[in-house]
Structure formats: C-alpha cells, structure tokens
C-alpha cells in the first residue's frame, strides 16, 4: 500500500519556538494533503486542507498565521506550529490522499512544549 | 454542527465477535470509514461504506444505512493484537474526513 512518513516522529521545544514537521508521500502523488491534531484519548481533529501549489484551507477555529502550511511540491507538505506554547503539545498528524481518494495517514510527530 | 457518536469502550475476549457502532450527523455525506489506531501509531485504514448494506474484508466487515445515519463495524475472530482504538469516519465532501469520538477495543484472553 501507499506510504506516508513524517519528520520528526517527537520533538520537544521550548516555548516560544517554532517547529517544522514534514510529510511526504513517498510512492505517490499527492496534490491533496491534510494536517490533523489529536489530543491523548481523543479523536483526530482536522486543522486544514493542503493543496499542492495553493493557499492551504483551514478549519474554523486554527489559527493559519501560528499553524503555517506550505505544500511545495506533490510529495511533500510541511506544517510550521510557530511560537509554540505548552497548548500546542499534541499529536500532529498528516494524511495524503492519493487519486483514487484514499486517504493515507502518516505515522504522526508528538510534539511537546515545554 | 457536526457529531459522529461512538461508544467509549468495548470490552471481549479472544476468539469472540464485537459490534462497534457509529452515528453521525453531518452536513455532507458520501461515506462511512473505519480506522484502527493502537496507543502511539496512526490511523491506519479498515474499511469505506458509500452505500448501504454490509462490507466485509477478512474478519472485519462494516455495515450502513443512510437512512439511519447509521453503520457499524464488525469485528470476528477477535486476537489480542485487535486491542485498539476504532474510529468511524465521514466523507463531508471536498476530501474531507470528520472522524468519530472513538471507541477503545480491549480484547482479553
């Protein structure tokens, strides 16, 4: 099946910095990717919508200047949480959905904020 | 809004069949999917409804009715491995997918 793998698997940071995660589909391609956030015990919230080429579309309630979201290429998306707080600690997870509309789930980047 | 409701918890054992049910109320529909998630890992893909009646691939199989706004998720043949978190989730549409509340699966021997 199609692979997606994400860069870091965890980071710690301190408050105030900014963190880059990569996911890239690496036997695809992907002009469609999405960036969710899951908190311990609960379910996969959406954060936005990656179009490769385009402006991402975020979900009502993210904050598109803190979550900055470039899809630069049809492999490859990057999510930059910027001037991270304790808040933002969570699990990031990215999907790519391949052309027959299959989402794909990367193996997720544990971020935590100290 | 948009609510997918799911139980918390299920409970079996080893070598039994488990019914995990999901309802949802959307404001756009053009399917049901089931994921499987163990502590630490991703989502990892089950299986998709578009229309009604029932799926079934190896020992899952997944059930929907749109009228009901309802489906559910059969699981046979339960293994200890099967311990996880299942979460259905809708199609709205544009790609998107609004994932259930989640139910955690705990098989005992």
């Known amino acids: 099946g199609a692979v997606v793998s994400q860069h870091p698997s965890r980071v710690i940071c301190k408050s105030g910095t900014s963190v880059k995660i990569e996911c890239r589909s690496l036997?695809?391609?992907?002009?469609?990717m999405f960036w969710y956030r899951q908190f311990p015990k609960q379910s996969l919230m959406l954060m936005a919508t990656?179009?490769?080429?385009?402006?991402?579309?975020?979900e009502q309630g993210v904050e598109k200047d803190k979550f900055l979201i470039n899809h630069a290429s049809l492999t490859l998306s990057t999510l930059t949480v910027t001037s991270a707080h304790p808040e933002d600690s969570s699990f990031y997870i990215c999907?790519?959905?391949?052309?027959?509309?299959?989402?794909?789930f990367g193996p997720g980047t544990r971020l935590l904020v100290l | 809004g948009q609510s997918l409701e799911q139980p918390s918890e299920v409970t079996a054992v080893e070598g039994a069949i488990v019914q995990i049910n999901c309802t949802y109320q959307?404001?756009?529909?053009?399917?049901l999917s089931w994921y499987q998630q163990h502590d630490g890992g991703a989502p990892t893909f089950l299986s998709y409804?578009?229309?009604?009646g029932l799926e079934e691939t190896g020992r899952f199989s997944s059930f929907l009715s749109r009228s009901d706004s309802y489906g559910y998720l059969l699981l046979q043949e339960l293994q200890m491995k099967d311990s996880a978190s299942y979460f259905c989730?809708?199609?709205?549409?544009?790609?998107?997918?609004?994932f259930g509340t989640g139910t955690r699966l705990l098989v005992s021997p």
């Open positions: 999907s790519a959905r391949d052309r027959e509309e299959t989402q794909y």
């Open positions: 959307t404001s756009g529909f053009y399917g």
């Open positions: 409804n578009a229309l009604d």
């Open positions: 989730a809708v199609s709205t549409g544009f790609q998107k997918l609004v």
């Open positions: 036997d695809f391609q992907a002009t469609t």
């Open positions: 990656s179009n490769e080429g385009s402006k991402a579309t975020y």
